[in-house]
């Protein structure tokens, strides 16, 4: 699962969701979910290994990164509803878990706080 978040939210200039931990956050949702639901996820990281050894012959963890990329990017397109529905839910979780981490946050405020967000109160300036 690090690779694949890492491949959603990849390091740059700033953390990636490695660093984030968001591997752990996603653990911590799976296991607050029903059971049908972290069953779903699940079948979903079957069904994406499934993708990667009929199109590369191998697991996802095992191709390079850019056919992991490419298989991602493939993914948005996919005829496979239930595939598709599986990406959503992988991306939808590392950016949740993300932007909810401190890096995340401190990546949202690192030009500090926009001014559309600031308190106008006289009695806070």
Same mark, same amino acid.
């Given at each position: 699962?690090?690779? =694949?978040?890492? @491949?959603?939210?990849? $390091?740059? &200039?700033?953390? !990636? +969701?490695?660093?984030? #931990?968001?591997? *752990?956050?996603?653990?911590?949702?799976?296991?607050?979910?029903?059971?049908?639901?972290?069953?779903?996820?699940?079948?979903? =990281?079957?069904? @994406?290994?499934g993708? $990667?050894i &009929?199109?590369? !012959? +191998?697991?996802?963890? #095992?191709?390079? *990164?850019?056919?992991?990329?490419?298989?991602?990017?493939?993914?948005?397109?996919?005829?496979?509803?239930?595939?598709?529905?599986?990406?959503?839910?992988?991306?939808?979780?590392?950016?949740?878990?993300?932007?909810?981490?401190?890096?995340?946050?401190?990546?949202?405020n690192?030009?500090?706080?926009p001014?559309?967000?600031?308190?106008?109160?006289?009695?806070?300036?």
């Amino acid at each position: 699962m690090i690779v =694949l978040t890492e @491949l959603i939210v990849p $390091a740059t &200039d700033t953390p !990636g +969701a490695k660093a984030a #931990k968001v591997n *752990e956050y996603i653990d911590l949702m799976l296991h607050d979910v029903e059971e049908d639901r972290g069953h779903a996820f699940l079948q979903a =990281l079957g069904r @994406l290994d499934g993708y $990667a050894i &009929d199109k590369h !012959g +191998a697991p996802f963890v #095992k191709l390079s *990164e850019a056919r992991r990329t490419a298989i991602l990017e493939s993914l948005d397109g996919a005829e496979d509803p239930e595939l598709k529905t599986g990406a959503e839910f992988f991306k939808r979780l590392t950016v949740e878990g993300y932007y909810t981490s401190k890096i995340g946050i401190d990546e949202l405020n690192k030009d500090g706080v926009p001014a559309t967000f600031a308190c106008t109160h006289a009695s806070h300036g």
